[in-house]
């Protein structure tokens, strides 16, 4: 068979291997996905979710971050080998930590915040959920920023249609991110500032989400539908997904909000750092960081969100 043979071989036998106009095409139609796809996810989703609420109860009982990882596995019902990724249990500035990858053995003394980045396979369909709560001794701001997060997750989930460019929702999370910040006196500067100086960049490096099906970070996110690239603008190197939202496509809404020493740093001798509030800032770094995270199918007059309900 032609697909036992190398590169080296094939071309001697003057064939192909994965010709790139059928890896387009594969990849096209893993874009939209069917409604048993969409019920595969469906149920990813609800099984990786039980996770999370078990999650959070470890958590408000104390429990270190490999004892939440293991509270996580036993109510999804999962081993830690059939994940769809390394789960992220971040506990207090381990939330700031975009891919934390560790568990600590021992409880921390201080209960700051956990977040928690976890997923869930069902006939090889991926849930990719995050949450982040307060803990017990969370500062008051901290709570606040993490109600702000979420409600402009909502927002942004409830804007979700057929035709809407992602870039476009990408620009809006960091307008609003930049409200966020400036509401709570993080910055001194208008959300137009904070996003034009970088400083929104700095507390959110990420992407707004990706695709979302076989893989977890599924296939044709930054291209068109003939195959022709569509890359990430070169101020958002990090977006996943460029293209116009279609009905079918699987998706993640996940904006963030996180003190990260190492990105903030190049900052406080910028002329972006005189309208940081450095001690505001240095007070929420025991927290780490935000992310709230759905997983939404675009239908053809909206979405439906197939993440349950916190």
């Known amino acids: 068979m032609l697909g036992d043979v190398d590169g080296e071989t094939a071309a001697k036998l003057g064939a192909e291997l994965n010709p790139e106009a059928l890896t387009v095409a594969l990849d096209e139609l ?47 019902r999962q081993r830690e080998s059939a994940v769809p990724y390394q789960n992220i249990i971040g506990v207090n500035r381990h939330a700031g930590v975009l891919h934390y990858q560790h568990y600590d053995l021992h409880p921390v003394q201080w209960h700051y915040s956990l977040l928690v980045d976890a ?26 920023l993490i109600e702000g997060v979420t409600r402009l997750q909502r927002r942004l989930i409830d804007s979700l249609a057929p035709g809407h460019s992602y870039l476009a929702l990408h620009e809006r999370m960091h307008r609003e991110l930049g409200e966020l910040l400036a509401g709570h006196g ?22 707004l989400g990706h ?12 291209r068109l539908a003939d195959g022709s690239s569509l890359p990430a603008p070169a101020d958002h190197p990090a977006l996943r997904l460029t293209r116009e939202l279609e009905a079918g496509m699987v998706l993640t809404i996940e904006p963030g909000c996180y003190v990260i020493p190492m990105l903030l740093a190049p900052l406080r001798d910028a002329e972006a750092g005189r309208d940081i509030v450095w001690e505001t800032v240095e007070s929420l770094a025991p927290h780490g960081g935000i992310r709230i995270e759905d997983n939404v199918v675009i239908t053809p007059d909206g979405h439906d969100n197939l993440t349950p309900k916190s």
């Open 186 to 207: 993080i910055v001194r500067c208008s959300a137009d500032a904070a996003v034009a100086q970088g400083i929104t960049r700095a507390f959110c490096p990420h992407g």
């Open 211 to 222: 695709l979302l099906g076989l893989q977890v970070h599924d296939v044709a996110g930054r």
């Open 30 to 76: 893993r874009v939209r996905k069917t409604p048993y796809e969409v019920a595969c996810l469906r149920k990813a989703n609800a099984r990786a979710f039980a996770g999370h609420l078990a999650a959070r109860e470890a958590f408000d009982a104390g429990a270190a971050e490999l004892d939440i990882q293991l509270a996580y596995l036993a109510a999804s």
């Open 119 to 144: 997923g869930h396979r069902y006939r090889g369909y991926c849930a990719d959920i995050t949450r982040t709560w307060a803990g017990r001794e969370a500062s008051e701001l901290f709570e606040q």
